[in-house]
């Protein structure tokens, strides 16, 4: 197995930073799964009902970050594919001066008595200063992999857009004390709402005029609600290292809600919060 990739534009390293920093916080000490294929990586942290904390996982595609990217997975029978589990908090130290200005990102999988994901960085400086980070990891078995895939979903009849995510981290910050649950209501007019019910008081938030696509261009009087943990919806976007990127939700009726944050084309940071019976 090999594994070598690059990236060396500033808002590329930033973007990957915040990824990588995202998770690592919603985590909660949890180590992550890091899929490498040969089209894209995905990072995953799965549902974890002792921390309360939801399924994320983010998809990059290999050409959207990367000017260089060599992988060899395990064989064509396993998709060519290599699956690690790491500690997402290490991973976000060892990027941490991604946030300032770099010339280069490299990442690759090296052995140091060890298996690691080996990070390194050259700062701007006369001398060409270079850092160096290794992060151990664990290499999973095939038999195992199942446990690290993204979950599988229903189909979704709608995917509307959400107004920015500092102002629903806000909302979700205030309401999410009064009750347990929030409920969210979305229809394929392009109606979002955000309901919390306790036995003195209902409080909702409306949001109107929303972009809708829908998988039926004729079904537009469908609507669905969720109710989900307010716990894990604002575990989610206080952790959240996104502003102002377009974020779009979809759910069915009683069962689960997946909220999407678009990086870029072809890079994404993925939630879902399963239903919580009434």
């Known amino acids: 197995m090999k594994f070598r990739a690059l990236i060396r534009d500033q808002q590329s390293c930033r973007e990957f930073h915040d990824i990588i920093t995202t998770i690592s916080k919603v985590a909660h000490n949890k180590e992550a ?3 490498i294929k040969t089209n894209q990586i995905q990072l995953v942290v799965s549902e974890n009902a002792a921390h309360s904390i939801p399924s994320i996982w983010a998809e990059v595609d290999k050409d959207s970050f990367f000017p260089e990217y060599i992988m060899s997975g395990v064989d064509e029978e396993h998709n060519n594919q290599i699956v690690l ?3 997402p908090i290490k991973m976000a130290n060892a990027l941490t001066m991604l946030k300032g200005v770099v010339k280069y990102c490299k990442i ?18 006369t001398t060409g200063r270079q850092i160096t980070h290794d992060v151990p990891v664990t290499v999973i078995p ?6 690290f895939e993204i979950p599988q979903l229903p189909d979704f009849k709608s995917v509307i ?3 920015t995510l500092k102002s629903i981290r806000n909302l979700v910050e205030k309401i999410k004390n009064l009750a347990s649950h929030i409920t969210f209501f979305c229809n394929n007019s392009g109606e979002i709402a955000m309901v919390v019910e306790t036995d003195e008081v209902t409080v909702a938030s409306n949001y109107k005029n929303l972009e809708v696509q829908l998988d039926d261009p004729d079904d537009k ?3 669905v609600s969720c109710r989900v943990s ?10 959240n290292q996104f502003q102002d990127l377009k974020m779009y939700c979809c759910a069915t009726q009683d069962h689960v809600l997946k909220i999407v944050v678009e990086v870029r084309p072809f890079v994404s940071l993925n939630c879902i919060l399963w239903a919580v019976a009434l």
């Open 142 to 147: 095939t038999r195992d992999w199942a446990e």
């Open 161 to 163: 857009s959400m107004p």
């Open 221 to 223: 009087n469908l609507e």
């Open 230 to 239: 307010a716990k894990e919806l604002g575990i989610y976007f206080s952790c």
């Open 33 to 35: 799964a890091i899929i």
């Open 108 to 125: 690759k999988l090296t052995n140091k008595d060890f298996p690691c994901l080996t990070v390194q960085l050259e700062v701007p400086s």
């Open 85 to 87: 589990t790491f500690n």
